[in-house]
């Protein structure tokens, strides 16, 4: 297995010399020899990727839908090899490239001493979309991460992320230290659109049942914490936009299934909004409907 990880690594680090060579406007020429390669050559994932892009977008013919699965492993594919990039770019570089919706309520809110949450999803270069929203909001932004199998993966993927004085924190011992760090006024970034065990709570998504996770839902509620969601677009090689919507769910109950429910549900809606927008852009590799069929 540690061969296996070293020989992952390295194919990693291969990829990470050729982005610095590159830089962020050029990468995707290489995105599209990768994407022909694992679409056409070595097909990974595509039934995946297909049979999800066919229960979202049902009234598309089979040739827009195998041209969409096309340019959503473009997209992966820039994504990928933009992300170890980002270890090696400076904040003039990398706020150079994006352009950001108004910040100012999300700063109202963390100057009040509110702890904050932001709202992300595989979706752009959510990777680059932390790290840049650090640093022009100024503040560490604590991100929520699954753990890697691949250690010397794991570690880079660390490094990136706490680069620029984000901080990761990993899933499992997390929920302690995300409300710890709400309490006491800090950031917290959470990527929700994971799919959850069957028996979890379920949303609405392109009209598919799909089971989410509830945490930072029950976290927002008994903590009333401001939550905004914060999605990435690529709207060019090279350029990027930041989405930024709050959820209003002043509404709603300060605990319990429902009032969870709701607020997971208002989340899903946006990103779906965003998701029609950009539809390549969303990681449909992801198995999300898996109970589904």
């Known amino acids: 297995m540690r061969i296996k990880h070293l020989a992952e690594y390295g ?23 990768i994407a022909f390669i694992v679409f056409y050559l070595f097909p990974i994932r595509k039934k995946v990727v297909l049979k999800n892009l066919r229960l979202a977008f049902p009234d598309k013919s089979n040739t827009e ?9 473009v997209s992966s594919a820039l994504t990928f090899i933009e992300i170890p ?17 108004d910040l100012t309520e999300i700063r109202a809110a963390s100057e009040q001493g509110e702890g904050v949450i932001l709202l992300t ?42 680069k620029f004085g984000n901080k990761e924190i990993l899933l499992g011992s997390s929920v302690k230290e995300l409300y710890s760090t709400l309490k006491n006024g800090g950031v917290v970034g959470v990527v929700g659109d994971q799919r959850a065990p069957r028996d979890s709570i379920k949303v609405n998504f392109f009209n598919q049942v799909t089971p989410v996770f509830r945490g930072f839902a029950t976290i927002a509620l008994k903590l009333n914490s401001p939550v905004f969601v914060v999605l990435i677009a690529r709207e060019n090689y090279g350029k990027y936009r930041v989405y930024i919507e709050q959820i209003d769910y ?13 607020l997971l549900q208002r989340y899903i809606d946006i990103l779906q909004k965003n998701i029609i927008k950009y539809p390549e852009q969303w990681f449909w590799m992801h ?3 898996k109970y589904n069929i």
């Open 11 to 33: 194919i990693f680090q291969l990829f990470v010399s050729i982005a610095r060579f590159c830089r962020f406007k050029s990468l995707h020429h290489l995105a599209k020899v």
């Open 287 to 289: 198995n999300i409907w």
């Open 250 to 262: 002043s509404d709603l109950g300060t605990r319990g299934e429902e009032s969870e429910k709701k």
């Open 85 to 101: 990039l980002i270890y090696y770019s400076t904040p003039a570089e990398i706020d150079s490239i994006i352009e950001f919706d």
């Open 65 to 73: 839908l195998k041209q969409l699965a096309y340019l959503n492993y």
């Open 121 to 162: 999803a595989h979706f752009g270069n959510w990777e680059l979309g932390a790290v840049s929203f650090g640093l022009k909001l100024g503040k560490q932004i604590n991100v929520l991460a699954k753990k890697q199998k691949n250690e010397f993966v794991a570690e880079k993927m660390k490094s990136i992320r706490e």
